[in-house]
């Protein structure tokens, strides 16, 4: 289960939970949602969803309270869903988070709701909480939890899970736990001090658990509180069971996609601290503006707007609305003034019809450098507006003037980025962390989804004698022939970047191995050296390589010949790091980019690093193929250590020779997401039964495509082991599986990550053998990780065990045994 892994002020925390803004920079709000934003704005209650994990949450509840109910909504994800699987692509660890966070944003944009993180790194499956917290910082987890909540100041807070064994995984269980810790330590003074010179204890009302009946599990009952969210809301156009699913399916790395879902929808709440609701949610809390001292004439002043409201004109309400900012702005400093004020200037802005934006048609920069920028803006009303200024990284450009009507206007400014920016990285990826926790060094940023934009404009408006600062973030704009507008973040890089293209170098003898290292600059005129940081026990033919690229996206390969001293049968796994300098600096940077159609292309500037392993590993046969399934880095992992992989796709598998293939292999899931696979079963056991090895890795038991995987009949359970030092027995030890062509060992076991294995077949026929047995601490003894069985003159093999996750990370036994499996 463990993996190898190399807010300031009240404003500001508002702030940042709207930073879903690298889609557009300026969404705008039709007639219809501006007038659900008025609504609204005459309502002050908060709710607060706790689970664990991306795609827990409820977002037909979630859309419901943020848009029906009209309160201020979150969720709160202890992770970020980095220990999951990936149906979409090959991306897993701090990667799939990356993925799972932008699905997160993309799902509150469509529910209304906002989105929160703590530190909490999810490790893969746990099966109880007591596991859970060996592996989390449960104090410093417990911590985020409380700061959020101290900022968010929610009335209510709404738990997904039991806190117990029925939530039915360990991080669902220890989030409960922990909700109903941070209820209790949120009000504490004595607890987390640290915090207090930014935020105030915070006594939430009530803490719910939002039962539910699925997975066969029952936990609803008819003395609960209900509440129907099944709800049509004719300014949305949309009942609340379209729009979850809209944000439901926005979780596609995890195949979420749902259907839609309309009329009424009961949804139940147990009762876990605070006295249990009788009408309402959030009963006992009042959420008019009587609950801010002189609020009551701000009421009403809204609730007048809203009878004057013209859907036809929009802009007749911006008088109305900055009467209401006056009168919120003279109110005392406090939480409902700052989260009204925001509110109100989106209002005035939207029905004024002003729209702003801030780019570059550069997409990457390093500091030091100047950019270009486009600085735009429009008033498509006729309500008078100055604009005072336009402040860039602290520089004022522009000069005051009304704004004409439909007048769209843009002044360009060549803006230098300070040499202090830092680059692209997400905060929690800063710095190396242990397995449960992300280091956080400034823990004002906790809790936020990503990070605060590094270059930002801010345009400050006049309208009605009131002063309004808006702030867009600097970004990249251009036109795709196809896609048309993209709006993608600007990253802020090193001056030079070296990638690798392997991640791991597997050393099966003393022979010096090509370690090619492409150079990148991003930047013009960069020159340097290029080095390998390497671990005793390697060493390479260079010190290292001089290069010299002139023109920004230059590239160029040096190539290092690396060997390991000596080979003495000992497995060795360390690490290399390609240092690079440039004008006088060392940098360690790679360059990752992410790109689905669904989120915001990702980029940032992992290390440059790759595993060196030695492995004393014999072969029988080279030739393998390969049928892609959800995503692995299972082929190229066996490229690395020699073997000749060819992809199979329908040409080849129905008409192409499958005999020339020493062994055909399945990737992860695929029996779930490729649908041909029903046809191709026949062809493949026709392949086993003339003398071929098929061996099938992982899938599930919900949704495959035929019910025939192998020769004789077996079925999926959800059997797993995440122990990864949970003991192996070997039940057949005389097997070939063991001896031929590498000796097994105990010692092939160790150095294992994250899991043993998960979704292990049962109910196997006689026919097959089981080689293995395994279990987690206190568990049953599980022999089903492995089936194989003779079929004809080949051999069939059916594994559950995780080498998607063990070959990428270069664990050397993994290797060793995936050998032996698909040999003759």
Same mark, same amino acid.
């Given at each position: ?23 557009? $920079? ?22 607060? %969803? ?13 859309? =419901? ?47 209304? +709701? ?5 530190? +909490?790194? @999810? ?13 989390? #910082? ?157 609020? @009551? ?6 609730? !007048? ?17 900055? #009467? ?10 406090? %939480? ?7 509110? $109100? ?70 803006? $230098?980025?300070?040499?202090?920016? +830092? ?52 970004? =990249? ?20 970047? +070296?990638?690798? @293209? ?55 390969? /040096? ?11 000992? !497995? ?19 360059? $990752?980019?992410?790109? =689905? ?34 995503? @692995?880095? /299972? ?190």
């Amino acid at each position: 289960m463990l993996r190898y892994r190399t807010l300031c002020c009240l404003a500001a925390m508002l702030l940042c939970g709207f930073t879903a803004l690298q889609a557009q $920079t300026a969404p705008p709000l039709n007639a219809a949602e501006i007038r659900l934003q008025m609504k609204k704005l005459n309502t002050l209650g908060s709710v607060l %969803y706790m689970a664990a994990h991306p795609d827990d949450e409820n977002t037909r509840l979630l859309g =419901y309270l943020a848009q029906e109910s009209l309160y201020r909504t979150g969720y709160l994800s202890l992770t970020r869903g980095d220990g999951g699987q990936n149906l979409i692509g090959n991306e897993q660890a701090e990667l799939l988070g990356l993925i799972r966070t932008q699905e997160l944003l993309a799902a509150r944009r469509i529910d209304g +709701a906002e989105q929160f993180f703590t530190r +909490a790194n @999810d490790f893969g499956f746990s099966k109880n909480p007591e596991e859970t917290f060996t592996i989390w #910082d449960r104090k410093k987890v417990l911590g985020d939890a409380v700061w959020v909540i101290r900022k968010f100041r929610p009335d209510v807070i709404i738990c997904r899970f039991p806190a117990d064994s029925r939530a039915g995984h360990g991080h669902h269980t220890a989030s409960a736990m922990l909700a109903a810790e941070a209820f209790a330590a949120a009000a504490d003074p004595a607890q987390f001090p640290e915090q207090l010179d930014k935020v105030e204890p915070w006594q939430v009302k009530r803490l719910l658990w939002n039962t539910y009946n699925f997975g066969g599990n029952n936990t609803t009952s008819n003395d609960q509180f209900k509440l129907d969210v099944g709800a049509y809301n004719a300014l949305l156009g949309k009942g609340f069971g379209e729009i979850a699913a809209e944000s439901r399916s926005q979780h596609k790395s995890q195949g979420f996609g749902v259907a839609s879902s309309r009329g009424s929808s009961l949804e139940y709440f147990s009762t876990i601290k605070g006295d249990a609701p009788v009408h309402s949610l959030l009963d006992g809390v009042n959420t008019s503006w009587a609950r801010v001292d002189g609020g @009551d004439e701000i009421g009403r002043l809204i609730q !007048n707007a809203l009878i004057a409201y013209n859907m036809d004109d929009p802009a007749a309400s911006v008088p109305a609305l900055v #009467d209401i900012r006056k009168k919120i702005r003279a109110l005392p400093d406090g %939480y409902w003034k700052t989260v009204k004020l925001q509110e $109100t200037d989106k209002l005035i802005l939207a029905c004024a019809g002003i729209w702003m934006e801030a780019f570059t048609r550069q997409g990457e920069i390093v500091p030091g450098e100047s950019v270009e920028t486009d600085l735009q803006f429009i008033n498509r009303s006729r309500v008078p507006v100055t604009l005072k200024k336009i402040s860039i990284n602290g520089e004022d450009v522009g000069e005051e003037h009304l704004l004409p009507f439909n007048r769209f206007e843009s002044i360009r400014k060549t803006v $230098t980025v300070p040499q202090r920016t +830092a680059i692209s990285q997400p905060y929690w990826l800063q710095h190396p962390h242990p397995p449960g926790t992300y280091i956080i060094n400034d823990p004002q940023l906790t809790g936020n989804p990503e990070n605060i934009p590094s270059l930002r404009a801010t345009f400050f408006l006049e309208t009605g004698g009131e002063t309004i600062s808006v702030t867009r973030p600097l970004i =990249y704009k251009f036109t795709d022939p196809v896609k048309g507008e993209v709006y993608r973040s600007l990253v802020i890089a090193p001056p030079v970047v +070296a990638s690798l @293209d392997n991640q791991v170098f597997i050393f099966t003898q003393a022979a010096p191995q090509a370690v090619p290292v492409k150079i990148r600059s991003m930047k013009g005129n960069v020159s340097g050296a290029v080095r390998l940081q390497l671990p005793a026990g390697f060493r390479a033919d260079k010190a290292s390589i001089p290069y010299a690229l002139e023109g920004k996206g230059d590239e160029t390969e /040096v190539v290092f010949q690396v060997s390991p001293v000596k080979i003495n049968g000992q !497995n060795i796994v360390d690490t290399l790091t390609v240092v690079t300098t440039a004008n006088g600096r060392e940098y360690t940077n790679s360059i $990752t980019t992410i790109q =689905y159609d669904h989120i915001p292309s990702i980029t940032i500037f992992p290390s440059a690093s790759a595993r060196l392993v030695t492995v004393d590993l014999k072969h029988n046969g080279r030739r393998i193929g390969y049928i892609s399934g959800a995503g @692995d880095k /299972v082929a190229e992992s066996l490229r690395q250590v020699g073997y000749m992989v060819t992809w199979l796709g329908e040409k080849e598998i129905m008409s192409g020779d499958l005999s020339q293939y020493d062994a055909i292999i399945t990737g992860v899931r695929a029996y779930n997401t490729q649908p041909r696979l029903r046809y191709w079963q026949p062809r493949l056991l026709e392949y086993v039964k003339n003398g071929g090895v098929l061996l099938i890795q992982y899938n599930t038991s919900g949704g495959l495509v035929t019910d025939q995987m192998g020769p004789f009949p077996f079925s999926l359970s959800r059997d797993r082991v995440t122990n990864e030092f949970a003991p192996v027995k070997f039940l057949l030890p005389k097997d070939s599986l063991f001896s031929y062509p590498n000796t097994i060992t105990q010692k092939d076991f160790a150095g294992w990550i994250q899991e043993r294995g998960l979704y292990f077949p049962s109910q196997a026929d006689k026919s097959y053998r089981k080689p293995f047995e395994m279990n987690d601490p206190g568990e049953r003894p599980l022999d089903g990780s492995t089936i194989i069985a003779n079929y004809g003159k080949g051999k069939y093999i059916y594994t559950g065990l995780a080498f998607f996750r063990q070959l990428p990370a270069g664990v050397p036994g993994a290797y060793r045994l995936f050998v032996n499996m698909i040999s003759k």
